[in-house]
Nanobody, 120 residues
Framework: HVQLVESGGGSVQDGGSLRLSCAVS?????LGWFRQAPGKEREGVAA???????RYADSVQGRFKISQDNAKNSLYLQMNLLNPEDTAMYYC??????????????????RGQGTQVTVS
């Protein structure tokens, strides 16, 4: 069983930056982030596997960076050059993303309670 607790969301202006954090307890092969905006389907954002291989959605490539601090059991998502299309609830995910396609697999796997990101 994996427990995930996100933090770091908030409101930011167009072009701004935010850093999301996720406290992770338990073992998983793949950690990542997906997001969901009202009325839209879940969208995989970024994923990082146990070997350090990372993958990003085309919509965030070059703007977002996923990283992990094993000593702190934490996962991060640095988000730069945010725009209103990035507005969504962001979820930390464990074994809940297809690492190749980034398709969210949840409810397979685990996710946190989510943290809201609003860009205006």
């Amino acid at each position: 069983h994996v427990q995930l607790v996100e933090s770091g969301g908030g409101s930011v202006q167009d072009g701004g930056s935010l850093r999301l954090s996720c406290a992770v307890s338990g073992y998983s092969y793949c950690l990542g982030w997906f997001r969901q905006a009202p009325g839209k389907e879940r969208e995989g954002v970024a994923a990082l596997d146990y070997d350090g291989y990372s993958r990003y959605a085309d919509s965030v490539q070059g703007r977002f960076k996923i990283s992990q601090d094993n000593a702190k059991n934490s996962l991060y998502l640095q988000m730069n050059l945010l725009n209103p299309e990035d507005t969504a609830m962001y979820y930390c995910a464990a074994d809940a993303l297809d690492l190749t396609s980034l398709n969210p697999l949840y409810p397979v796997g685990f996710r946190g309670q989510g943290t809201q990101v609003t860009v205006s």
